[in-house]
């Protein structure tokens, strides 16, 4: 970035930053619309932040509605702040707020898990045993992550033997800092993994790829040590664009890939890991699956993801694709449940091919009010989501890429002749390290 440009995108931020512009240009703003008169009974599970945003959204354009909210957590988690927290560069409580801080007045919130869902009666039951009718649904719980999955791991074992996990919550990714700091100050040989299911913000695990490298080139020094990532899936990104880019970061960096590699297993004692490598049989159409072991100093695990018991018993996920996960069947366009037209899904748990990020779900949540609204009023909505997504890509430690995109990979960015998304930006980790949270918390009110 050259010294002028440097300069404009201080002023340009600093600009928009002191009038609240970059906040609502980030976010967007909604039209005031007249509030609706109704009885209708909505009960929505989960109190992350697509329950959240979308509950207070309704809370100012419905009248009358009798809202439930349920969720058993009590703290609220700000995830996209883990991957700092992860690579000491915020402290664990930066993430941590209460559920109870977002939610409005005048609702019902029940704090507890939601174990049943009968879609042909139109109830939810919760763990202690209560029923509650609904005439519209919204599935927003989440999803959860599949530890047993690895054999060997368990997340006691996270800052232990030089093993992290920064996706477990704020303690783990404190205490994932503490693994990879004595890493970053000794040396050796880190190894950084993904898995083969869908995840939350498929970019935390090149984040902390590229933090971690940043950090050891200045503390323990060239030479020192040795990253390795290690993914199950063919290309280092999902937008091809974005592959050949971090492909050619990596290269310039000396971060080793191993793709086609699924972690199945460790052994903490010995310091390895092993993995199910796949790679095409040369005499047939096959692949051929081997089992490879790679030793480490430092290892990051991201487990499995998949959507929560309670939707995958209920009948409402997909049948016929991510059977392993469960994730819920909806139109990608809508949010609204193909078999139940009652039913939405929202955020982490939507079985649409994109959008288990923050960003996506301030684009989700409009959507899923509109259809929602348009259903009590006796009409149809109109709004449509088409798959944005957006991942502020950090490089290095004052340094990210803003890369935001559709369900059709196109690039999309808010920015567009101002900020170039496939560069190294200064102005871009000031929009993940300071201006996000800002954006996030307006969501969380349903202001943006």
């Known amino acids: 970035m050259t010294g002028s440009s440097m300069s404009f995108s201080r002023r340009m931020f600093l600009a928009l930053a002191a009038g609240g512009g970059l906040t609502a240009t980030l976010s967007g703003t909604a039209a005031k619309a007249s509030r609706i008169k109704t009885a209708a009974r909505i009960v929505i599970i989960g109190a ?7 509950v207070n959204r309704l809370v100012d354009r419905l009248e009358g509605a009798r809202i439930t909210v349920l969720d058993a957590r009590r703290e609220h988690l700000y995830q996209p702040g883990l991957s700092l927290v992860a690579a000491g560069l915020k402290p664990a409580s930066y993430t941590v707020s209460q559920t109870t801080d977002w939610l409005p007045g005048g609702i019902n919130y029940i704090n507890e898990v939601a174990a049943g869902i009968d879609p042909v009666a139109r109830t939810v039951s919760t763990a202690s045993g209560k029923t509650i009718g609904y005439d519209f649904l919204v599935l927003a719980p989440g999803l959860v992550l599949d530890h047993d999955a690895i054999e060997g791991f368990s997340p006691d074992l996270v800052g232990t033997n030089g093993i992290g996990a920064l996706y477990g919550g704020p303690d783990y990714a404190a205490r994932t800092w503490e693994a990879a700091r004595k890493f970053t100050q000794e040396g050796g040989v880190a190894l950084m993994t993904r898995p083969s299911t869908e995840m939350k913000c498929a970019g935390a695990p090149l984040k902390h790829t590229f933090l971690v490298e940043d950090i050891a080139s200045r503390t323990a020094g060239t030479g020192k040590y040795e990253i390795h990532y290690a993914a199950p899936q063919a290309s280092l990104f999902g937008v091809p664009i974005v592959a050949e880019k971090v492909r050619m970061l990596f290269s310039e960096r000396g971060i080793a890939t191993h793709m086609r590699h699924e972690l199945v297993s460790i052994d903490p004692g010995r310091k390895l890991a092993r993995f199910a490598q796949t790679r095409p049989d040369a005499n047939t159409s096959a692949e051929v699956t081997s089992m490879v072991e790679l030793p480490y100093d430092y290892l990051h695990v991201i487990p499995p993801q998949r959507a929560p018991e309670v939707i995958r018993q209920s009948g409402l996920s997909w049948s016929d694709k991510w059977t392993d996960q469960g994730w819920v069947e909806c139109d990608p366009s809508t949010m609204r449940h193909l078999r139940y037209p009652e039913i939405f899904a929202l955020g982490d748990v939507a079985g649409v091919p994109k ?6 779900v301030k684009w989700q949540v409009p959507v899923v009010e509109d259809h929602l609204i348009a259903a009590i009023d006796g009409r149809e909505g109109t709004a449509i989501y088409n798959g944005y997504t957006s991942c502020p890509l950090i490089t290095r430690v004052g340094r990210a890429m803003l890369i935001e995109f559709d369900y059709q990979n196109n690039l999309v960015p808010s920015f567009p002749g101002v900020i170039a998304p496939l560069e190294e930006l200064w102005i ?21």
């Open 48 to 54: 992350g932040a697509a329950g959240t945003a979308l």
């Open 355 to 360: 959008g288990k990020t923050a960003a996506s």
């Open 428 to 448: 871009s980790w000031l929009m993940k390290e300071v201006a996000l949270k800002a954006t996030y918390n307006a969501m969380l009110r349903g202001k943006a």
